[in-house]
């Protein structure tokens, strides 16, 4: 009997798992909805100044950046894994803050240019799992014909659907570019410095 009701649980947990990834949305789509909803944040706010636009823009792009993700490369697994939550939550916290600043800055600079995405060939919303992670392409029409910003965005599927955890444009990687600039000091200084020096950059 205990047996039955066994097979039985599993073999609905995974009709469950199925029907759930089943309706998964296309990565591509997802970036298409931010693009559409960041142009509609701008043109209600078009008489701010660039600082308050980036604000409002930062804070709309949060939901859909995977902040774990980022620093757990950032700050290597064997660092990360052995520092307290709280130690963790505080360095999540000021990263936040930097990262809006990148990432609002560098949407607003080309926010009324034509972007164009490329579908990625390998993607299969019958068979997504937390954890995957994709790359996905795209063109960003420039005001110089013939030279086209080349932006890749990299994804992972992250609490029912997908997240920002990098961004690569013209082959250069943000998130690579916050490795640099912290790894070496966490591993020379610890994470309390490196927690204060994005504190004062935040601040200024």
Known sequence: MYRLIFKLFIF?????????????KNPVDVLKNINKDILTIV?????????KLNELLGEYIIPY????????FIVG??????LSIDKKNDFIYEFKKLVIKTYSTTL????????IFFENKNFDNQNVQYGRKIQISSEIETIEK?????????????KDSWKLYDLII?????????????????????????????KQHNSG
């Open 65 to 72: 950046i995977n902040f774990d993700e980022m620093c757990l």
């Open 77 to 82: 697994k064997g660092i990360w894994k052995n």
């Open 43 to 51: 043109d209600k706010n078009i008489n701010l100044v660039d600082e």
């Open 146 to 158: 013939g030279k086209n910003l080349h932006v890749d965005y990299r994804m992972i599927f992250y």
């Open 12 to 24: 609905l947990l995974f009709i469950n798992i199925n029907f759930l990834f089943s309706d998964v």
């Open 108 to 115: 607003n600079k080309y926010i009324r240019s034509k972007v």
């Open 170 to 198: 013209e082959g250069i990687s943000i998130l690579k570019g916050f490795q640099a600039q912290f790894g070496n000091d966490i591993k020379k200084n610890g994470i309390d410095f490196v927690i204060n020096r994005m």
